[in-house]
């Protein structure tokens, strides 16, 4: 059973910085890409970014320059730093992988930008 748990969510004033750390465990089989969504107080979910296996990443608009993904595929994990928070990046984060054809979620971690 693939099990992904995230950690490092908290509170941070405007203009601080934290980092999301996704662990998975369970999986027989190699991980093809891992990623961050989130989805703020009465929003949908939105992509974040992402990371392929082969190191390619992505990122959503709202936060290119100021988020920066990263993985440690020996760990089977995956990471998100994050600089400049804003208020509007106050949200739940999720981890998200992709195991052959099936993906997979984590519990989730909050994280709000307030002073």
């Known amino acids: 059973q693939v099990q992904v748990v995230e950690s490092g969510g908290g509170l941070v004033q405007p203009g601080g910085s934290l980092r999301l750390s996704c662990a998975v465990s369970?999986?027989?089989?190699?991980?093809?890409?891992m990623g961050w969504y989130r989805q703020g107080p009465g929003k949908e979910r939105e992509v974040v970014a992402f990371?392929?296996?082969?190191?390619?990443?992505n990122y959503a608009d709202s936060v290119k320059g100021r988020f920066t993904i990263s993985r440690d595929s020996a760990k089977n994990a995956v990471y998100l730093q994050m600089n400049s928070l804003k208020p509007m990046d106050t949200a739940v984060y999720y981890c998200?992988?992709?195991?052959?054809?099936?993906?997979?979620w984590g519990q989730g971690t909050q994280v709000t930008v307030s002073s």
């Open positions: 998200n992988v992709s195991v052959g054809s099936h993906r997979y």
């Open positions: 369970g999986s027989s089989f190699s991980i093809d890409a």
């Open positions: 990371i392929t296996s082969g190191g390619s990443t």
